[in-house]
């Protein structure tokens, strides 16, 4: 038993490397980690907080040891009148859904988890359709008014957002004649596809943030309106799952926005090996973009919901069909043909 168990690793160490250590499980975790300390660290420079600036000893990072613990160590509790399985289940179920999504984001040539050939974005947006399903699940199975409003608005936020962003990537499929999202990223080697597809871009980032439910678009965990939305039941250990599904999902949409527009790990070679440079543009892409998002999130007041429904639908879904038919213009003009 032992020696098929070492054979099995042996013959498929560098998948099982992968979604262990990365660009899977463990990446994924320290993203979040990260992205926890660098948002309230970033935040608190520019309001000039002092608590978040100077808490936690040099850096911060006892207060994320501090905040992790209390969370694990906390009471588990369940409504009287929630569905239990229901309730237990989307906590599980959550962040793994854009964790699944990650594992088609290619890091470096030949780097990726599942190597779905010829239609990763197809399978990417597949399987990102069942986080707003949960999201719902676990709004209304708490059975709080506060929470299935949330469930409500996330509905409506996400086909204001989803829909247009849906839209604008297929300008990307029609402009590179594929759905894998590798050779997408191989067609940029010479040009990012933000250029010809800018307008595109424009729709997909607005609903990109809607999609990820980032202010101005944190609509269903609005806790000046629904103390925090979905969420508000949750303690404990559950909660953490919560907000690491939050973080994980901002993840998937900023690896999916910089594989689509921004070259995904092209970049000028600076490291000799092609994997390790390959990761080097990612992560730093990834940097930059997670600040741009952080900026936004300071600069701008939270839109109503029927505010960002009528964006969706009356800016955004026009927008992402004009950008189409751009595109299979433009395409036809420059190669003859799509």
């Known amino acids: ?73 906390k009471e588990l509790i369940f409504p009287k009148a929630a569905n239990k399985p229901l309730f237990i289940f989307a906590s599980i179920m959550l962040p793994v859904i854009p964790a699944a999504m990650i594992a088609l984001i290619p890091f470096a040539p030949g780097l990726v988890i599942y190597n779905a050939s010829g239609v990763s974005l197809l399978i990417f947006f597949a399987i990102s359709t069942l986080f707003p399903v949960v999201s719902v699940i676990r709004g209304w199975a708490a059975n709080n008014k506060f929470t299935i409003i949330g469930a409500f608005r996330n509905i409506y936020l996400d086909i204001a957002g989803e829909i247009p962003v849906f839209l604008a990537s297929i300008g990307v499929m029609i402009w590179a004649g594929t759905y894998d999202l590798n050779e997408i990223v191989i067609q940029q080697s010479g040009m990012w596809f933000v250029i010809p597809q800018f307008l595109g871009f424009i729709v997909f980032f607005i609903g990109f943030l809607a999609m990820i439910e980032k202010v101005p678009f944190d609509i269903p965990t609005a806790e000046t309106e629904l103390i925090y939305g979905p969420n508000t039941e949750y303690t404990g250990a559950m909660f953490l799952n919560m907000m690491e599904a939050d973080y994980v999902n901002v993840l998937a949409w900023t690896l999916l926005m910089i594989t689509l527009y921004f070259g995904g790990y092209n970049g000028p070679r600076i490291f000799p090996d092609p994997i390790i440079n390959g990761i080097f543009w990612m992560i730093t892409k990834l940097l930059i973009a997670i600040t741009i998002i952080f900026t936004i999130m300071i600069s701008y007041a939270r839109l109503r919901i029927d505010q960002a429904v009528r964006m969706g639908w009356n800016y955004l879904l026009p ?16 190669f003859g043909g799509v």
């Open 1 to 73: 038993m032992l020696n098929e168990i070492l054979s099995f690793i042996n013959e498929n160490f560098q998948t099982l490397f992968m979604i262990s250590v990365f660009p899977g499980l463990s990446f994924v975790l320290g993203f979040v980690i990260f992205a926890v300390w660098y948002q309230r660290k970033y935040l608190a420079r520019l309001m000039i907080r002092m608590g978040p600036v100077h808490c936690g000893r040099r850096l911060g990072w006892l207060q994320l040891i501090a905040d992790a613990l209390k969370l694990i160590t």
């Open 319 to 334: 927008l992402s069909i004009l950008n189409i038919l751009l595109t299979l213009i433009l395409k036809y003009i420059m």
